[in-house]
């Protein structure tokens, strides 16, 4: 059974942090790997990873995917009170591109 | 570009009661999963269609839980009856199909259902 596991569960950090957020996978027929951020509504899109070792970059948001220890960590610099959310990582198996998620990991950004 | 549609957004019934959730996805996606997002827990597929064919059902309670997507474009979720442990987000997303007849892993999330049962 494919599996996602993300840590940490949840983080509590002063705005101005830098956060780093983890995602592990033990999946068969791997294609990509996506991070999503949940608010109050619906999952939005981040960045999609496919090749070990290529940052992908928006803003002060970056990721990247280690295919060979089978994880991907997703940064946030300077972190804002709008930041807050639920980030989810998702992995993309099989020719019908099944998505499988992590639990999630709530970020709490204080003033 | 408009987004994923889906309606209602809110929905309370009672156990043992019926309940049904549309979703109509991003024009000219082809294929529309359906997930079901319990509290604390990343989303689940229960279901996804290609087209107005199914993909794969694969994780979806077939006694209590249907869905169909007749012509290709919107679909419709559907819970009979319901129990408490169905309450949750449905969460419904399209992709784009790619020339050579696969989707993109890109997905596009409509806003959700939630749905409550007492």
């Known amino acids: 059974e494919d599996k996602v596991v993300q840590s940490p569960l949840s983080l509590v950090v002063h705005e101005g942090d830098t956060v780093t957020l983890n995602c592990s996978y033990e999946v068969t027929n791997f294609r990509s790997l996506l991070w999503y951020k949940q608010e109050k509504k619906a999952p939005t899109f981040l960045f999609m990873l496919?090749?070990?070792?290529i940052e992908k970059k928006s803003g002060r948001l970056s990721s990247i995917l280690d295919k060979k220890e089978l994880f991907s960590i997703l940064n946030i610099t300077a972190t804002q009170t709008g930041d807050s959310a639920v980030y989810l990582c998702?992995?993309?198996?099989?020719?019908?591109?099944?998505?499988?998620f992590g639990t999630g990991t709530r970020l709490q950004v204080t003033l | 570009e408009a987004g994923v549609a889906q309606s209602p957004r809110y929905k309370i019934i009672e156990k043992r009661q019926s309940v049904a959730f549309w979703c109509n996805p991003i024009?000219?996606?082809?294929?529309l999963y359906w997930y079901q997002q319990i509290l604390g827990q990343g989303p689940k597929l229960l279901i996804q269609f290609q087209n107005n064919g199914v993909v794969d059902d694969s994780q979806l309670p077939k006694d209590r839980f249907s869905a169909e997507r007749l012509k290709g474009v919107d679909s419709t979720l559907k819970i009979q009856p319901a129990k408490l442990e169905d309450s949750a987000v449905y969460l419904c997303?399209?992709?784009?199909?790619?020339?050579?007849?696969?989707?993109?892993?890109?997905?596009?999330f409509g806003p959700g259902t939630r749905l409550t049962v007492l």
């Open positions: 496919t090749s070990s070792g």
């Open positions: 024009s000219g996606h082809a294929t």
């Open positions: 997303a399209s992709s784009r199909r790619l020339a050579g007849g696969t989707s993109t892993d890109t997905q596009y």
């Open positions: 998702a992995v993309s198996t099989g020719t019908a591109s099944k998505l499988t």
